[in-house]
């Protein structure tokens, strides 16, 4: 097909692309990426010694929960088509080590057995990190005193170690180690199977980036550092080769999945890691990505529904197998309505 111009040159148009965008069901044939719901983790908090649900200011329509509420929050998710959560946990006390994380009646493992006598066949992801539990609210112990003290690498291992198994003996599938301390995911592995936990996967969190987009999740999570920053073991937002040594490192340790995080700032890492890696690959929306959306939203600049399911499936488009987001349940209630129009 050429069109002549008015110049008198004939101009050859290669593609007709509009072709197969002409009716709604065209696109939907040709359609790429599909998210599903079941591809989708919803991330809840778990508050102790609260009852029922307290919203979280700097994210609209997310709460801390009360264990007491866990039986109707599985029901929703289930109803949703949500079969997946990940668990972060709001403990009544804190200490330097961080004792709460491996507490055997710890808030978490009372919310997994909570969800688990809720829902049998629901996927219980726990995050194994020190961080909420830590008066220091960093995600290993301390060497040296507070003004000059540095995150103890290996000292956090052990800790590590045990949360872990932990959370696994009070029923969880998944463990999602967060601390990016080197050779966490190797440590975890071995206490797991020491333990008699062989078929308790590891979702390793290889990929964090020291991001400001995680400011919603500490006031979610109350996990603020009392001095310093996390740049020292999270990783530099401008570095992508690192990411993938971490990639590396983590499936070498014995990583089942691997996790990228924060998610939109991060897709060419979520590309670089599905060309190079055949395990599942989570990306994680996170707290700041979510917050920015509703806050749009509620201004009325943004169309809170389709910037939501845009992003999402951006991030399975860059080749997340599994997403983790806080509109969770919401996003699987519009793609079950889109699905039946
Ligand atoms: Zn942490």
């Known amino acids: 097909m050429s069109l002549t111009l008015e110049t008198g040159n004939t101009l050859r148009i290669a593609l007709r692309g509009r072709r197969l965008r ?49 039986p109707e929050e599985a029901t929703r998710l289930r109803t949703a088509g949500v079969r997946s959560v990940l668990l972060f946990g709001l403990p009544s006390s804190k200490d330097t080590i961080g004792s709460g994380a491996w507490a055997a009646d710890g808030i978490v493992q009372a919310g997994i057995r909570a969800l688990r006598a809720a829902d049998r066949e629901l996927v219980i992801i726990a995050d194994v990190c020190l961080c909420e539990y830590t008066s220091h609210g960093h995600c290993g112990v301390l060497a040296g005193s507070d003004e000059d003290a540095t995150i ?31 050779g966490q995911v190797a440590v975890i592995r071995a206490a797991l199977d020491e333990a008699g936990q062989a ?21 979610a999570a109350d996990s603020a550092p009392a001095f310093g920053d996390r740049r020292s073991y999270q990783m530099d937002p401008a570095n992508g080769r690192e990411a993938l040594r971490e990639i590396d490192a983590d499936l070498a340790e ?43 939203a509620t201004n009325g600049w943004l169309d809170r529904r389709a910037v939501a399911l845009e992003s999402l499936v951006a991030i399975a488009r860059a080749g997340a197998d599994i997403i983790v987001t806080y509109f969770g349940a919401e ?5 079950r309505e889109d699905a039946t129009q």
């Open 22 to 70: 002409r009716t709604r069901a065209l696109r939907g044939l040709v359609r790429e990426t599909r998210l599903h719901p079941e591809m989708l983790v919803q991330p809840i908090f778990l508050q102790a010694g609260a009852s029922g649900r307290e919203p979280i200011g700097a994210m609209p329509g997310q709460d801390r929960l009360g264990l007491d509420a866990l």
């Open 152 to 182: 103890d690498n290996d000292r956090s291992l052990e800790l590590l170690g045990r949360t872990a198994v932990s959370l696994a003996e009070a029923g969880a599938d998944i463990v999602a180690p967060s601390a990016m301390m080197d």
């Open 199 to 219: 078929q308790t996967a590891i979702l390793a969190y290889a990929a964090k980036h020291a991001s400001a987009f995680y400011g919603p999740f500490r006031e």
């Open 254 to 296: 014995g990583a089942d999945m691997i996790m990228i995080k924060p998610a939109l700032p991060s897709l060419d890492l979520v590309a670089g890691a599905r060309a190079r890696t055949t395990v599942p690959i989570a990306a994680y929306q996170v707290s700041g990505e979510y917050a920015a959306i509703c806050a749009a």
């Open 331 to 335: 996003a699987a209630a519009w793609l």
